[in-house]
């Protein structure tokens, strides 16, 4: 009897702005003709993978297109298990995969919330761009705030770092420059993620893996990436498997109220 077994293995990376690989390993193993697809996820953070098969002669117990999500700090996660459909005919498989951060498949989140406001008790500060803003955020829910070079930025909400870029120094007005923003990317307990972007070289006071409180600093504004001057990008979202976000509209505590949708235009203390 011949026996064939072929394999082929892509990745895909659909983060279209990241400068660093996920830390997550895909890799197989053999038993008994039963062939077992395995994850190990180092990340802080769920990562989610979508795989796409082309079989012969083997019963998956993973449908074709469909996406898993592997959980934060996981080693030997089983992916699919293909076991052969005849004993005695030989076995064939191709598949490639895709995966983002996050948890892809999540609809629901804590809409009722209340942020506090990124930057310094006592401060005041205009937000220039608001929510699907006509400059960089189109069908976006981000805001835009006019913080100044070197100012200290607060954590809004509690969470995990899942990632930090600080080594950047340029910037410019164009999407193509959007490669050189320095972030820091903070996910919550609802699975939402927090982007605080444009921070100056070497900005960041956190590291990827820290647990952060509601109102501690964790770094220091600029103007590096996609920008014209210094300021805070500051977006919720939930992740998409195809680099895609779907953003969140986040309510605010302020001097004036103790909970509102920041505007464009206004400007709003931190009390």
């Not at 939930?238 to 004036?256: A, H, P, Y």
Request: aromatic share 14%; charged share 25%.
């Amino acid at each position: 009897m011949k026996k064939i077994f072929s394999f082929t293995f892509f990745l895909v990376y659909l983060f279209v702005f990241s400068q660093q690989k996920w830390d997550i390993k895909f890799y197989s193993e053999t038993k008994n003709r039963e062939y077992t697809i395995i994850a190990d996820n180092e990340e802080f953070m769920p990562i989610s993978a979508k795989f796409n098969f082309k079989l012969t002669n083997l019963l998956n117990t993973l449908y074709d297109g469909e996406t898993v999500v592997i959980p934060p700090r996981t080693k030997g996660f089983i992916i699919a298990v293909l076991k052969p459909i005849d004993p005695f005919a030989a076995n064939e498989l191709e598949y490639t995969n895709s995966y983002n951060f996050g948890n892809v498949l999540q609809e629901d989140y804590d809409a009722d919330y209340i942020y506090s406001l990124p930057f310094e008790k006592g401060k005041t500060q205009l937000v220039f761009q608001g929510y699907n803003g006509t400059f960089s955020h189109q069908n976006e829910l981000a805001l835009d705030l006019n913080l100044k070079m070197g100012d200290k930025i607060f954590a809004a909400r509690e969470g995990t770092v899942v990632e930090v870029i600080d080594l950047h120094n340029q910037n410019c007005p164009d999407i193509s420059c959007a490669k050189f923003n320095n972030k820091i990317l903070i996910m919550h307990s609802d699975g939402t993620f927090a982007d605080y972007s444009h921070l100056k070289f070497k900005g960041a006071i956190v590291k990827k893996g820290d647990v952060v409180e509601k109102g501690q600093q964790i770094g220091y504004s600029g103007k590096t990436g996609f920008s014209s001057g210094p300021h805070l990008h500051f977006a919720v979202f939930i992740n998409r498997i195809d680099g895609k976000r779907t953003s969140v509209k986040t309510l605010f505590k302020t001097s004036e109220s103790e909970a509102l949708f920041l505007e464009e235009g206004k400007s709003y203390t931190r009390n």
